[in-house]
């Protein structure tokens, strides 16, 4: 079955220092990966999607991932993190021969310091 | 921005009763999909649904479940007979084709009582 990791479930950084969340998933194919971004009771939002070509992709908010294939890793990373980042963080895998269901790692919290 | 709407926010029952989850989905968008997070777990996949069938859904997602589009605008998932362990965020999430991303709704807090 297919699976993602999350291995850190808090992270505590101070504002403006960088961030790296990590994220390692279980996959036959090549995958679709994804970021989502949740604030207390609130929906998911998108980050940043890697479907195919540049490894190195850009999001919104200021972070970026990258895809490595030989680590089957997709860490999220932004190099200077402000207060409003605080919220759960998951990475998602998209398994697109069983109608694209999204499966989704256990989240990391991210808490920001000032 | 267009965006996936759920209603109602909360959603208070009693165990046993039946509850109806609603999902405006974005407009041109095909593929439909429901997912819920316990509280303090990961989000979980339940159903997807395309051309007005299921093409695929968990183990979750038994027989006392069902979804359906049926004014082809809101896409709904009914849960028969409330179970206390059904307490959870239920997510709508809709894309436009398959591959294509999933934008998902504020979601439906189930409490079951």
């Known amino acids: 079955a297919q699976s993602v990791t999350q291995p850190d479930i808090h992270i505590t950084v101070s504002e403006g220092a960088s961030l790296e969340l990590r994220c390692n998933y279980s996959?036959?194919?090549?995958?679709?990966l994804f970021w989502y971004v949740q604030s207390p009771g609130q929906g998911l939002q998108l980050l940043l999607k890697?479907?195919?070509?540049?490894?190195l992709v850009q999001g919104i908010k200021g972070f970026e991932a990258e895809f490595k294939r030989s680590q089957s890793s997709f860490n999220l990373r932004k190099p200077s993190v402000h207060w409003s980042d605080a919220a759960e963080y998951f990475c998602?895998?998209?398994?697109?021969?069983?109608?694209?269901?999204?499966?989704f790692g256990a989240g990391t919290i991210l808490r920001v310091k000032s | 921005e267009p965006e996936v709407t759920q209603t109602p926010s909360h959603q208070v029952t009693q165990m046993g009763q039946e509850v109806i989850l609603r999902c405006v989905p974005i407009?041109?968008?095909?593929?439909f999909y429901w997912y819920r997070q316990i509280l303090g777990q990961k989000v979980e996949f339940l159903v997807s649904?395309?051309?007005?069938?299921?093409?695929?859904k968990s183990e979750i997602f038994d027989d006392q479940f069902s979804v359906e589009r049926p004014d082809g605008s809101n896409f709904t998932l009914k849960i028969r007979s409330t179970k206390l362990e059904d307490s959870a965020m239920y997510f709508c999430a809709t894309a436009r084709g398959e591959g294509n991303i999933q934008y998902f709704g504020a979601g439906t807090r189930l409490s079951v009582l």
């Open positions: 890697y479907f195919s070509g540049d490894t």
């Open positions: 996959y036959g194919a090549t995958p679709y």
């Open positions: 998602a895998v998209g398994e697109v021969e069983y109608g694209n269901k999204l499966v």
């Open positions: 407009s041109n968008h095909l593929y």
């Open positions: 649904f395309y051309n007005n069938e299921i093409s695929e």
